[in-house]
Every structure is written in C-alpha cells, then in structure tokens.
C-alpha cells in the first residue's frame, strides 16, 4: 500500500463564489472547507488521500457530486445533519458575504459512525489529518480527543492544524505535527502578545503538552517551527517565502499543513517538508481557489523558501 493521508472533514461546505469576467457574473460551485482544501492540496502532491465526511440535506447531495476527485478516495456517512454552506461576492475583488450557514449539528448516532469509520481508516493507513469542522455545534471537542488518542495508541500518526477546544483536546493524542496560527494562540489566550518571544514560549508549552513538530502561522510575517526532538533537537526556525503579490489570503496556512503532511509521509527530511509546506502557502494566496496549484510550481518555489534560525 502506498504513503497515504487520512483527512478528517466532519462537515464539508457548499461554496458558490460570484467572480467578474469581463463584466458578466461568474459563478463558481465548489467543495470547500479546511479539510477538504488541505486534502487537495496533498493530493496534488502526488499522496494518496482518503477523505471521510458527512453529507446530508441538500447541500449535502450537491457536494456528493463535487467531492470526487483524482486521488482522493471518499468515505461518507450519510446523515439528517445538513451541511453547511456560502455565498460570497468578489466582483469588485474583495470577498463579500452574501449569505452563510453553518453545519448543523450531528446526532449521536451520526458521530458514532464518523468516528468509527475514521479510526478503522487512520489504523489502516497509518496517518491522520485531522481538521476543524465548519462550526463549533458540528461536533463536540471531546470528540478530538478521544479520536486523537485512539489512533495513536494504535499505531496512527496524527496531524493537526486546529484551535481552542480542540486543539487542547487533540493535544492528548500526541500529534506528530501541530500546526496554529498566531491569532488563535492570542484568542487562546495561549500567548499574550504576537511578539516572536512570546509566540516561541506558546510553541514550547504546545511541546510539553505532546505535540511534535509545532509550527506557528504569523500571516504576512514568516512562520515559525519548533522542531522535534531528534531534528534539531528542540530548535526554532523561521521560514522565510518569496514575496507574492496575493489574490486570496484565506487557506495558506491549511496549504502549508497539507503541504508538509504529504512531504512527511513520502518520507522527506522535516527541513524539506517545511519548504515545501511554505511553498504549497505561498503558492495558494496567488490563486483564487483555495487549496490548489501545481506540483511543479509547488517545487519551484520550495528552492526559494528560506530556514532561518530563530535566536531571541
């Protein structure tokens, strides 16, 4: 069986973005959210992907269509819980919500089936991506927790890009590769100023906590990753990218994870898998559709990305 990535998207969104061209209305339908997009994004890599999700309502049997896609295998569980969805505006190039709806929540029984379709996925293949879902009422923290921990008390690597509840709750888990931003940090009150010092401490306690390699999203300002013990042996290193004139902000840190994920599991050096990650990010904001580019673009720009350590 070849190197693989299981993603875990609770609740995909139905994205309909309205674009000009040449004056006319442009519309756009597409599958979206943080895991669908980071699952994208490793697949384009050339990583296998098994996706697990829910889809119910009528948002749910569009995205059934939409989901499907060269290298990414699905596992559903068809649920009364509707999936969520939006509508937004770029005409005039900024993005305009036109209307929003979140997830609805998924009953017990829902919850059950994803979670034992997930691990009897994550044991097989060996590592988990897990995401966020859409809404805070999709399903509970606790959830992440014991999903964390089950996979890898049996042999699962996890891989994590959340925040708040969850975060805390994957941590028990012991993910191999953790990545937040430096807003949620502050929203966590994990960190109390986005000075790099700071943000560092945050990085450390994360580690101490369980989690391997930390990496932390500052938007424009350079990343920054604690690397595992037997890596580096504990050091911080800032990853410096090639400067893009942006299209589309939103996705470039779930890019970045999905990016050193996949590099991760084909079993490249963690310095690389940082570069390229950094590349997938850099590469995503200069596209309007998030989770996208080219492998080969992918690559160009990862010769480009700088690792700089980090002294305070």
């Not at 959340?162 to 990545?179: C, I, Q, S, T, Y």
């Not at 000075?195 to 450390?204: E, F, K, S």
Request: charged share 25%; aromatic share 2%; net charge negative.
């Amino acid at each position: 069986m070849p190197p693989s990535v299981v993603v875990f998207a609770p609740s995909p969104l139905l994205t309909v973005t309205i674009e000009d061209r040449a004056g006319v209305p442009d519309i756009h339908v597409h599958a979206g959210g943080q895991a669908v997009w980071q699952a994208r994004m490793i697949s384009t890599l050339g990583v296998p992907v098994v996706l697990c999700t829910t889809l119910g309502g009528e948002t749910g049997d569009v995205l059934g269509h939409l989901l499907p896609s060269e290298g990414v295998e699905l596992r559903v569980v068809h649920v009364d819980s509707r999936n969520g969805g939006y509508v937004h505006d770029r005409r005039d190039g900024d993005r305009e919500p036109i209307a929003e709806a979140p997830g609805a929540p998924l009953d017990r029984h829902e919850q059950d089936a994803l979670y034992e379709m997930m691990l009897r996925e994550g044991i097989t293949h060996g590592t988990a991506l897990l995401g966020g879902p859409n809404s805070d009422q999709v399903i509970p923290a606790t959830l992440y927790a014991r999903l964390a921990t089950d996979l890898s008390r049996n042999g699962c690597r996890v891989a994590a890009d959340l925040a708040g509840e969850r975060l805390d709750a994957v941590l028990e888990g012991n993910p191999f590769v953790l990545k937040v931003s430096h807003e949620e940090l502050l929203a966590d009150g994990r960190a109390d100023s986005d000075d790099p010092d700071a943000l560092v401490a945050a990085m450390h306690q994360l580690r101490s906590e369980g989690a391997g390699l930390v990496i932390v999203s500052r938007a424009a300002e350079p990343a920054l990753a604690l690397l595992p013990d037997g890596d580096g042996d504990g050091a911080v290193l800032e990853i410096r990218v090639p400067e893009l004139k942006p299209a589309e902000t939103r996705g470039a840190g779930d890019s970045m994870t999905a990016g050193v994920v996949a590099s991760l599991v084909r079993g490249e050096p963690v310095r690389d898998a940082l570069r390229t990650g950094a590349a997938c990010g850099a590469l995503n904001v200069v596209r309007r559709g998030l989770g996208t580019g080219g492998e080969d673009a992918i690559r160009t720009l990862a010769e480009r990305v700088e690792l700089v350590e980090w002294k305070n």
